[in-house]
């Protein structure tokens, strides 16, 4: 079975990279970062306001796959820093956001993530509707 690249049209066009990945019925998606649709980190400072845009633009990559927060069976929070408050706060707007549907979830405190002053980006992976 061949890997689709996946856009999402919703979403920056002019990232370098595929927003998802769908193959054997398995979705991929790249990091969803705080951006909005003119690619400019939002909510600087605000770990919570990030992952709240975070969560957005994950559910727009997962459309474009086919696929909803119901069908992720996993995901990799990164928050960039080193306080345990602003993992928990990430963490609270990315657990909040799932509802009921609580998938494994790996939450991690790193040094720097991509984006000038982004603070907060999301993995998942989902299995795609058949």
């Known amino acids: ?22 193959a054997a019925g398995l979705v991929w998606t790249a990091g969803a970062c705080p ?30 796959a086919g696929c909803a927060l119901g069908d992720v069976v996993s995901t990799t929070v990164h928050v960039a820093s080193s306080e345990r408050a602003d993992l928990v706060a990430a963490w609270e707007v990315v657990r909040t956001g799932f509802g009921d549907h609580d998938p494994p979830s790996t939450l ?4 720097v993530l991509g984006y000038p002053g982004q603070l907060v980006e999301v993995t998942a992976v989902a299995v795609a509707p058949a």
């Open 108 to 111: 991690l405190g790193v040094a």
């Open 35 to 64: 951006l909005d649709r003119e690619g400019r980190v939002v909510h600087p400072g605000d770990v919570a306001g990030q992952a709240a845009q975070v969560l957005d633009n994950l559910v727009e990559q997962l459309a474009a």
């Open 1 to 22: 079975m061949p890997v689709e690249l996946l856009r999402a049209p919703a979403l920056d066009p002019a990232v370098p990279y595929a927003y998802a990945a769908r």
